[in-house]
T-cell receptor
Framework: GQQVMQIPQYQHVQEGEDFTTYCNSS?????IQWYKQRPGGHPVFLIQ?????EVKKQKRLTFQFGEAKKNSSLHITATQTTDVGTYFC???????????????FGQGTILTVHP | DTGVSQDPRHKITKRGQNVTFRCDPI?????LYWYRQTLGQGPEFLTY????????KSRLLSDRFSAERPKGSFSTLEIQRTEQGDSAMYLC???????????FGSGTQLSVL
């Protein structure tokens, strides 16, 4: 079945440093979503990317979708302590099409930020 | 703005007991999903409803698991004869037609002793 892998599993940074997490799929994705889960919290939707090569920005966060639509990345510029949490990518759970909310999540990247 | 509500937040049970969790989705959302999350992993899809119809069920869901959404509003997830391997966070999410974005509830943390 479809697999979504994320690296690194953990990332520790000093406040102000940049952070990047990478997501790779075993199959071509129609779209990819990113979620953030704070410690003790639940996943919260950040963004969805649909087009090949798409780049979207949300303040200090930059999301990219690969040209082949099999990989994606999330980059945070100048991390802050509020960025702490686990970042998940998720692709449609049904190969080749939309998922209607059935998602396959990566295992996440846990970000800690030292003040 | 009411989000997705789940009850209870925590459940401790003994192996072999039955448990039931409830989820109240965002009112205008017709899709409702159950996911399971274990420590250090991303959420795993279990099942989903569109209105009252259960449209898909994961192979992860054994016969001991059953979910209902009788009137297309709230949903329940029941686990019969719980096993220690069922210990996990059970997350409910809802979404509207035309979009795949999920809104998650705070989850029910199940511990099976």
């Amino acid at each position: 079945g479809q697999q979504v892998m994320q690296i690194p599993q953990y990332q520790h940074v000093q406040e102000g440093e940049d952070f990047t997490t990478y997501c790779n799929s075993s199959t071509t994705l129609s779209n990819i979503q990113w979620y953030k889960q704070r410690p003790g919290g639940h996943p919260v939707f950040l963004i969805q990317l649909v087009k090949s090569g798409e780049v979207k920005k949300q303040k200090r966060l930059t999301f990219q979708f690969g040209e082949a639509k099999k990989n994606s990345s999330l980059h945070i510029t100048a991390t802050q302590t509020t960025d702490v949490g686990t970042y998940f990518c998720a692709g449609p759970g049904n190969a080749g099409g939309t998922s209607y909310g059935k998602l396959t999540f990566g295992q996440g990247t846990i970000l800690t930020v030292h003040p | 703005d009411t989000g997705v509500s789940q009850d209870p937040r925590h459940k401790i049970t003994k192996r072999g007991q039955n448990v039931t969790f409830r989820c109240d989705p965002i009112s205008e959302h017709n899709r409702l999903y159950w996911y399971r999350q274990t420590l250090g992993q991303g959420p795993e899809f279990l099942t989903y409803f569109q209105n009252e119809a259960q449209l898909e069920k994961s192979r992860l869901l054994s016969d001991r698991f059953s979910a209902e959404r009788p009137k297309g509003s709230f949903s329940t997830l029941e686990i019969q004869r719980t096993e220690q391997g069922d210990s996990a966070m059970y997350l409910c999410a809802s979404g509207g037609l035309g979009g795949e974005k999920l809104f998650f509830g705070s989850g029910t943390q199940l511990s099976v002793l």
